[in-house]
């Protein structure tokens, strides 16, 4: 049974063809004896082998077979052929042009449909056995019920074929959708992890560098400094290895985990350690919290974190030899606010605001992002009298 039905929807003009000889067949034995007048006897036959093309080519060419049918019933309706079995073609015609054909062809097949049973009976009504007029009137309704109801049929199935269409392209539409999204999400989780790997080697390096060269410069006259130092840039290192294994450990999601320490996301409580880093290396840095402190969302304490060690770095970098920061924070009860200031020279800071002194400016572009993303808002730029400062606003409703 599968492989008849596997044939019929591959070979569909072959089912049709048989049909139409199977048609052509029974027309033949309805009509021996022969039609009476002569000229029924010339038309039965175009007219035969009209409607069984119909039936052959009904779903090659549903529009031009309809037509061939009105055409055939016309004719008929001349010569005075009465209806047989051959008739049969035009409710599949109907039933076709209603499910496949163009709509003005399905309201054609309908309003044909409406008229034939009526024409038939005025042009064969003198065959017919007298009646009175209602029982013509239920004849001509009894008629055309078959027709109507092939119409009804193949618009039903057309709107039923439009609508599974209709679903399939919502699917396909909701699963493009779905990939552009999972697209966007692969691409913004690769920015955040660039923003991660920037900070951690901006502020790691930079702290490495800072000791490495005040190793070098009192090994001879200080040695315990020196050791103090180098203890320093290991420790460092370590933390700066362990953060990038954590963050290039989420683009290998194929791989099995490594062995080895996960380094936590960063927060609030490990700023206070951050900053007593960022002294070992010389920079004076004024340190306070004002408010209650309190938990907070991970994305806020990862945002207000790393933009606690960009602004520092920043000042390592920017600032000149002499410079001092300040650092607070403040719990609001909406929100987390952020005061990062130094006296270092404006103008290098500047240009870094804008991209000059660290090649691209990536750092204050993705302090920028970080903040966007939890909700907030930042000001950064020159101090009046020298220096820079950052201000950070997170709220904590739209961090959740």
């Known amino acids: 049974m599968q492989r008849l039905y596997d044939f019929i929807r591959r070979h569909p003009t072959g089912v049709d063809c048989f049909w139409a000889v199977v048609l052509l067949g029974l027309s033949g034995v309805s009509m021996v004896g022969g039609p009476a007048s002569g000229l029924e006897r010339v038309a039965a036959v175009p007219i035969t082998l009209g409607l069984c093309v119909v039936v052959a080519l009904r779903r090659r060419a549903p529009e031009k077979m309809l037509l061939l049918a009105i055409a055939m019933g016309v004719v008929q309706l001349v010569t005075g052929f009465g209806p047989g079995v051959m008739n049969f073609a035009m409710l599949v015609i109907v039933f076709t042009v209603a499910t496949v054909g ?96 920037h900070d951690v080697v901006a502020h790691n390096v930079s702290v490495m560098v800072v000791q490495a060269d005040g190793a070098a410069y009192v090994m001879d006259a200080a040695p315990d400094q020196a050791r103090q130092a180098l203890e320093t840039i290991s420790s460092t290192g370590r933390q700066a290895l362990a953060e990038m294994r954590r963050l290039l450990g989420v683009l290998r999601t194929g791989d099995a985990q490594e062995s080895g320490e996960y380094v936590p996301q960063p927060d609030v409580n490990q700023i206070e350690d951050l900053i007593e880093q960022v002294r070992q290396t010389g920079l004076a840095v004024d340190f306070k919290v004002e408010g209650t402190s309190r938990p907070l969302p991970s994305g806020v304490e990862l945002t207000a974190y790393r933009i606690v060690q960009e602004a520092l770095t920043n000042t390592r970098k920017h600032g000149g030899p002499d410079a001092g920061a300040s650092v607070r924070l403040v719990y609001f009860d909406d929100g987390l606010g952020l005061l990062v200031e130094d006296d270092g020279r404006g103008a290098a800071h500047e240009l870094y605001e804008d991209g000059g002194a660290d090649g691209a400016g990536h750092g204050m572009i993705g302090m920028r992002e970080r903040v966007g993303m939890v909700g907030g808002t930042l000001d950064a730029g020159p101090r009046p009298g020298g220096g820079f400062r950052i201000s950070a606003l997170l709220p904590l409703k739209s961090a959740h």
């Not at 064969?124 to 007298?130: E, T």
């Not at 008629?143 to 193949?154: D, S």
């Open 102 to 197: 163009e709509r003005w062809a399905s309201r054609l097949a309908l309003v044909c449909s409406l008229c034939a049973a009526g024409l038939s009976k005025l042009r064969w009504q003198a065959d017919l056995p007298a009646a009175s007029w209602p029982e013509q009137v239920f004849i001509v309704v009894v008629l055309t019920v078959p027709f109507v109801l092939a119409w009804v049929l193949g618009d039903s199935m057309r709107t039923r074929r439009a609508y599974f269409s209709q679903l399939e392209e919502r699917a396909a539409r909701l699963e493009r959708e779905r990939e552009a999204q999972s697209k966007v999400a692969v691409a913004a989780e690769r920015a955040r992890i660039a923003r991660e790997l």
